[in-house]
């Protein structure tokens, strides 16, 4: 069970995520990448694309939370909340791309979050070896929807193609990494509903 300190440290992560910019550790992929002429169009829609990626980071912090509380074995409860830091930085980047397209995030992130959350702390109370499931699959369908968004952004935007295909390369080492910490494998019927709601939530914050 999580200790009184560890629930007020997570309900301040909370509060940090959902309602103060976004800390970066590592500095963003594109502060090197000179920028490029877009139409408005074509600003709009990558602002959107990045709002999903956003989002996604949103959730991202919120399912890390939720399963390191609930996590037994020491050494996976490290390995989950250093994952969360760098999940941090690509809420940061995606933030930051955003601002620079004219764009915002999604209204509904606090949704997103408490939900995110609850499924975090379900994955961890049915084990670490489940726990970690969760985390590889999650890991795998993002990385999968980060190579679609990489189709779907102009060829000359370089600045956000820096930063999605950085976030796409961590996102393969958490798997790699739950993976290494003896994740088990969820029967195909999960994935398949993990990929329906994530689909349900790429398609309305697409818009909200």
Not at 20 to 35: F, G, L, M, Q
Not at 41 to 50: G, I, P, Q, T
Not at 138 to 158: F, K, M, N, S
């Amino acid at each position: 069970m999580p200790t009184l300190d560890e629930l007020i440290i997570g309900f301040d992560r909370a509060l940090r995520t959902l309602a103060a910019p976004a800390r970066e550790c590592r500095p963003s992929p594109a502060r090197t990448v000179p920028d490029t002429v877009l139409s408005p169009s074509e600003k709009d829609h990558v602002a959107r694309l990045m709002r999903i990626n956003h989002t996604g980071e949103v959730c991202a912090q919120a399912l890390y939370q939720g399963q390191a509380l609930t996590a037994r074995v020491s050494a996976n409860r490290e390995a989950l909340q250093g994952a969360a830091r760098e999940e941090e930085d690509h809420l940061a980047w995606c933030e930051a791309r955003i601002k620079e397209l004219g764009g915002r995030v999604s209204y509904l992130n606090p949704f997103w979050y408490a939900s995110s959350l609850a499924l975090g702390v379900l994955a961890g109370v049915a084990g670490d070896r489940w726990n970690l499931a969760f985390l590889k699959e999650t890991e795998r369908q993002v990385e999968g929807h980060l190579a679609h968004h990489l189709d779907r952004i102009p060829a000359a935007d370089a600045r956000t193609r820096a930063v999605i295909e950085q976030m796409k390369t961590d996102e393969a080492g958490h798997a790699d990494l739950a993976q290494s910490l003896g994740a088990a494998e969820f029967p195909q019927p999960i994935k398949w509903a993990m990929a329906l709601s994530s689909k349900v939530m790429t398609r309305t914050v697409y818009w909200v």
